[in-house]
C-alpha cells in the first residue's frame, strides 16, 4: 500500500488531465451587458496578468479536477498548494478518493482492514523544503514508522509544486489567453475574500498553433493538449492578478483558486518527530 502512495502515482494522475471548469457558484450578474474583446479595458487588464504573477513566492492554491479515466471511469482530484518564502518551503496536500477506494479494495482481497476510510487512504500530505529532502505525513500510519513524518521516501519530489503546475509559466498562459479573439467581461465576484472581474473566452487548436512557442508549451503542459477547443474563465483582481483560473474541454476540468496571498505559513517538522528511511 505505501508503494502506491508514492509520489510518481500522484504526478502520473496529474498529467493525465486535460483542462477544465469547477463546480462552483456562477458569477455574479453586475456586469449586465458583456464587454467585447474590442472594448480595451479587458484587453488591459489581461495584458497586466503577466507582470503580476512573476514574483509571487507567498500563496495558497487549490486545484480541483475531475478527468475520464479508461478503467474507473470519472475520477476527482484535489491538490492544496501552501507555498511560503520564510523559511522557503511548500506542503501539498493531494486527496484522490478512486486511489484510496482501490487501496481498500486491494486491502480487502488480502484479508486485511486497515481502519481507514477511502479518503484516509487516498490523501498524502508533503512538505517540500527549498534545501534538503522532502517529508511525507504519517497521519494515516502507511508509512510505519512511529514518527508524524518520514523523510526519504522515492520519488517525492516529482510533486513538487513547480512540477505539478510552474507558477512561472502564469504569465505565458495568460499572454495566450489575451491572444483569442473573443473575450468578454461576464462580470464581478469575490474569490477569496478579493473583488475581481471574469473576464471568459474559448481557445481553439487553432489560436494554440498561432501562438509563440512559450505559450504554446504553457498551454500544453497546463491542458495536456488542446484537440478542438478550451474554454477558459479568469476572475482577475483589481492589481492584476488571476485569483482564479477554470479551464474546461470535452473530457476534463480544472479550477484553481488561489488565496492567502502573502499571507500562508505552516509549521515545519522538528526533528525529532522525522523518521529517516
Given at each position: 500500500?505505501?508503494?502506491?502512495?508514492?509520489?510518481?502515482?500522484?504526478?502520473?494522475?496529474?498529467?493525465?488531465?486535460?483542462?477544465?471548469?469547477?463546480?462552483?457558484?456562477?458569477?455574479?450578474?453586475?456586469?449586465?451587458?458583456?464587454?467585447?474583446?474590442?472594448?480595451?479595458?479587458?484587453?488591459?487588464?489581461?495584458?497586466?496578468?503577466?507582470?503580476?504573477?512573476?514574483?509571487?513566492?507567498?500563496?495558497?492554491?487549490?486545484?480541483?479536477?475531475?478527468?475520464?479515466?479508461?478503467?474507473?471511469?470519472?475520477?476527482?482530484?484535489?491538490?492544496?498548494?501552501?507555498?511560503?518564502?520564510?523559511?522557503?518551503?511548500?506542503?501539498?496536500?493531494?486527496?484522490?478518493?478512486?486511489?484510496?477506494?482501490?487501496?481498500?479494495?486491494?486491502?480487502?482481497?488480502?484479508?486485511?482492514?486497515?481502519?481507514?476510510?477511502?479518503?484516509?487512504?487516498?490523501?498524502?500530505?508533503l512538505?517540500?523544503?527549498?534545501?534538503?529532502?522532502?517529508?511525507?505525513?504519517?497521519?494515516?500510519?502507511?508509512?510505519?514508522?512511529?514518527?508524524?513524518?518520514?523523510?526519504?521516501?522515492?520519488?517525492?519530489?516529482?510533486?513538487?509544486?513547480?512540477?505539478?503546475?510552474d507558477?512561472?509559466?502564469?504569465?505565458?498562459?495568460?499572454?495566450?489567453?489575451?491572444?483569442?479573439?473573443?473575450?468578454?467581461?461576464?462580470?464581478?465576484?469575490?474569490?477569496?475574500g478579493?473583488?475581481?472581474?471574469?473576464?471568459e473566452?474559448?481557445?481553439?487548436?487553432?489560436?494554440?498553433?498561432?501562438?509563440?512557442?512559450?505559450?504554446?508549451?504553457?498551454?500544453?503542459?497546463?491542458?495536456?493538449?488542446?484537440?478542438?477547443?478550451?474554454?477558459?474563465?479568469?476572475?482577475?483582481?483589481?492589481?492584476?492578478?488571476?485569483?482564479?483560473?477554470?479551464?474546461?474541454?470535452?473530457?476534463a476540468?480544472?479550477?484553481?483558486?488561489?488565496?492567502?496571498?502573502?499571507?500562508?505559513?505552516?509549521?515545519?517538522?522538528?526533528?525529532?518527530?522525522?523518521?529517516?528511511?
Amino acid at each position: 500500500m505505501p508503494a502506491l502512495m508514492t509520489a510518481g502515482t500522484l504526478a502520473l494522475a496529474l498529467t493525465a488531465c486535460g483542462g477544465g471548469a469547477p463546480e462552483e457558484e456562477p458569477a455574479d450578474a453586475a456586469a449586465e451587458t458583456p464587454e467585447e474583446s474590442g472594448g480595451g479595458s479587458i484587453l488591459d487588464l489581461v495584458a497586466g496578468l503577466g507582470e503580476n504573477t512573476q514574483k509571487v513566492d507567498n500563496y495558497t492554491l487549490d486545484i480541483a479536477m475531475t478527468m475520464p479515466d479508461p478503467d474507473m471511469g470519472e475520477i476527482d482530484m484535489d491538490m492544496t498548494y501552501e507555498v511560503m518564502d520564510d523559511p522557503q518551503a511548500s506542503q501539498v496536500t493531494v486527496v484522490m478518493p478512486f486511489l484510496g477506494e482501490s487501496l481498500l479494495e486491494l486491502a480487502r482481497l488480502g484479508g486485511a482492514d486497515p481502519g481507514l476510510t477511502a479518503e484516509e487512504l487516498g490523501t498524502s500530505i508533503l512538505i517540500i523544503p527549498a534545501e534538503g529532502e522532502a517529508l511525507m505525513s504519517n497521519h494515516n500510519g502507511l508509512q510505519e514508522v512511529d514518527t508524524a513524518w518520514v523523510r526519504g521516501v522515492e520519488d517525492t519530489g516529482q510533486i513538487a509544486p513547480e512540477e505539478m503546475f510552474d507558477i512561472g509559466a502564469l504569465p505565458d498562459i495568460a499572454g495566450a489567453f489575451a491572444e483569442i479573439e473573443q473575450i468578454e467581461e461576464v462580470g464581478t465576484e469575490e474569490v477569496s475574500g478579493v473583488r475581481t472581474t471574469l473576464v471568459e473566452g474559448t481557445m481553439t487548436s487553432e489560436d494554440v498553433d498561432a501562438l509563440s512557442p512559450e505559450q504554446q508549451k504553457a498551454v500544453s503542459d497546463l491542458m495536456g493538449g488542446v484537440e478542438s477547443s478550451v474554454d477558459a474563465s479568469l476572475w482577475i483582481a483589481d492589481d492584476g492578478f488571476p485569483m482564479r483560473l477554470d479551464f474546461t474541454d470535452e473530457e476534463a476540468d480544472v479550477s484553481m483558486v488561489f488565496s492567502k496571498l502573502g499571507e500562508t505559513s505552516f509549521e515545519i517538522p522538528g526533528e525529532d518527530e522525522i523518521t529517516d528511511k
